[in-house]
């Protein structure tokens, strides 16, 4: 059974860091592309960044790019979400999510997905 459970979500100040946690767990994720997706209240869910697991070439959504910065580590098979200069617009609930697909952005090309865990960005 796979699960990704998400940690790291909170309350902060635009301007300030966030780290999300993924962590997955139930098959071995060596072909697997882990990606993070974000929705905010009454819009579609959108694609922040994605990595391969096994060659750690990474995605990003224009809107991120430059300040967000997704990793991996293999050993505690967890998929991490380094988020900088947040800004009142990036507040979403963040989903983590894993596809055989390659690296899309593509929200239907995932096919296991997290619970999510919330993001508040106060101005």
């Known amino acids: 059974q796979v699960q990704l459970v998400e940690s790291g979500g909170g309350s902060v100040q635009a301007g300030d860091s966030l780290r999300l946690s993924c962590a997955a767990s139930?098959?071995?994720?060596?072909?697997?592309?882990l990606a993070w997706f974000r929705q905010a209240p009454g819009k579609d869910r959108d694609f922040v960044a994605a990595?391969?697991?096994?060659?750690?070439?990474?995605y990003y959504a224009d809107n991120v790019q430059g300040r967000f910065t997704i990793s991996r580590d293999s050993t505690k098979n967890t998929v991490n979400l380094q988020m900088n200069s947040l800004k009142p617009e990036d507040t979403a609930v963040y989903y983590c999510?894993?596809?055989?697909?390659?690296?899309?952005?593509?929200?239907?090309?995932?096919?296991?997905w997290g619970q999510g865990t919330q993001v508040t960005v106060s101005s």
């Open positions: 999510a894993a596809g055989l697909q390659g690296l899309t952005p593509q929200k239907g090309a995932y096919a296991y």
């Open positions: 139930g098959r071995t994720f060596l072909n697997y592309a």
């Open positions: 990595i391969s697991w096994n060659t750690g070439r990474t």
